[in-house]
C-alpha cells in the first residue's frame, strides 16, 4: 500500500490525503482515480470537513472517511493552494464520471 505525504498550504494548514485498499475511499482500490478520500490529523479545525471527521471532538487527532474529491480541492483552495506535497493520490469529481 502507497503512503502519500502530508501536503502543505499557504496558509500553514497541513492534512494527510490517503487513497487504497485499506483506506476510507471510493473506489477502494490500488489505482484510482478516487471520488472520495481519506483524510487524516489535520492541523487545525475546518468546517469544510467536519461532518466526515471519526472523532468530532478530537478534530485534529481524527480521520475523515470518504471525503468527496471536490470538498478537498475546496478545502486546499480555501488554505491557499498546495505548497508542499509528498503527493496525493489522483481525485475526479464524480460528476465528471456521471456526465
Given at each position: 500500500m502507497?503512503?502519500?505525504?502530508y501536503v502543505e498550504c499557504?496558509?500553514?494548514?497541513?492534512?494527510s490525503i490517503q487513497a487504497g485498499?485499506?483506506?476510507y475511499c471510493d473506489p477502494r482500490s490500488v489505482n484510482g482515480p478516487y471520488f472520495e478520500v481519506e483524510l487524516g490529523f489535520p492541523s487545525a479545525y475546518d468546517s469544510l470537513i467536519i461532518e466526515y471527521a471519526e472523532d468530532r471532538d478530537n478534530p485534529t487527532n481524527t480521520v475523515y472517511g470518504y471525503v468527496?474529491?471536490?470538498?478537498?480541492?475546496d478545502l486546499l483552495s480555501k488554505h491557499g493552494g498546495i505548497i508542499s506535497e509528498g503527493e496525493i493520490?489522483?481525485?475526479?469529481?464524480?460528476e465528471v464520471n456521471d456526465g
Amino acid at each position: 500500500m502507497k503512503n502519500y505525504g502530508y501536503v502543505e498550504c499557504k496558509s500553514g494548514f497541513s492534512v494527510s490525503i490517503q487513497a487504497g485498499r485499506s483506506n476510507y475511499c471510493d473506489p477502494r482500490s490500488v489505482n484510482g482515480p478516487y471520488f472520495e478520500v481519506e483524510l487524516g490529523f489535520p492541523s487545525a479545525y475546518d468546517s469544510l470537513i467536519i461532518e466526515y471527521a471519526e472523532d468530532r471532538d478530537n478534530p485534529t487527532n481524527t480521520v475523515y472517511g470518504y471525503v468527496p474529491s471536490r470538498v478537498v480541492w475546496d478545502l486546499l483552495s480555501k488554505h491557499g493552494g498546495i505548497i508542499s506535497e509528498g503527493e496525493i493520490p489522483p481525485m475526479v469529481s464524480r460528476e465528471v464520471n456521471d456526465g
